[in-house]
T-cell receptor, first 113, second 113 residues
């Protein structure tokens, strides 16, 4: 089955800095890659996703890049703010058949004022 | 729309006891999922369902059972609770497969003592 590795496990930045979280996946058939944000004690929420026919996608201060050849994808957050502090999960799935998400282990992002 | 509703929010069980975690969604989603979240381990898929009457095992199904008699409800049954089942359990749903994005419930924090 699919295996998703996520790095780093913890990331501390100063407010205004950029943050990058990286994930690799094992199944070359995977072609859907979402990112979820989970604030402390809350449920995970989808913040951005990318599909294999796209190399990069942006939504205001967040962007995701995908390199299918290398089987890795990354989340980029620019101009970080304290409210960006949360655990971020990457995930991967196929878009055919009975598709389910395989998640990485998560990255705790701490943004200091 | 309430989205995905999970009950209870918290529960303490004694070893060997049984319980059912309830999950219901009002979005007419076909797919429903149960994940468990352990610190530093991400989200692991327990069981999922692609429609009423159809269920399948995920990555960590041992010690759990599910049923899907209606589109709305997807209860998770724990028989003979063990300390290893101490975790936070999230139910999620999606319109069809994973590529439609998950909507998560608020979670159930279960402690087995």
């Amino acid at each position: 089955g699919e295996n998703v590795e996520q790095h780093p496990s913890t990331l501390s930045v100063q407010e205004g800095d950029s943050a990058v979280i990286k994930c690799t996946y094992s199944d070359s058939a995977s072609n859907y890659f979402p990112w979820y944000k989970q604030e402390l004690g809350k449920r995970p929420q989808l913040i951005i996703d990318i599909r294999s026919n796209v190399g990069e996608k942006k939504d205001q201060r967040i962007a995701v890049t995908l390199n299918k050849t290398a089987k890795h994808f990354s989340l980029h957050i620019t101009e970080t703010q304290p409210e960006d502090s949360a655990v971020y999960f990457c995930a991967a799935s196929k878009d055919s058949g009975y598709s389910t998400l395989t998640f990485g282990k998560g990255t705790m992002l701490l943004v200091s004022p | 729309n309430a989205g995905v509703t999970q009950t209870p929010k918290f529960r303490i069980l004694k070893i060997g006891q049984s319980m059912t975690l309830q999950c219901t969604q009002d979005m007419n989603h076909n797919y429903m999922y149960w994940y468990r979240q352990d610190p530093g381990m991400g989200l692991k898929l327990i069981y999922y369902s692609v429609g009423a009457g159809i269920t399948d095992k995920g990555e960590v199904p041992n010690g759990y059972n599910v049923s899907r008699s209606t589109t709305e409800d997807f209860p998770l049954r724990l028989e003979l609770a063990a300390p290893s089942q101490t975790s936070v359990y999230f139910c999620a749903s999606s319109l069809e497969g994973a590529v439609y994005g998950y909507t998560f419930g608020s979670g159930t924090r279960l402690t087995v003592v």
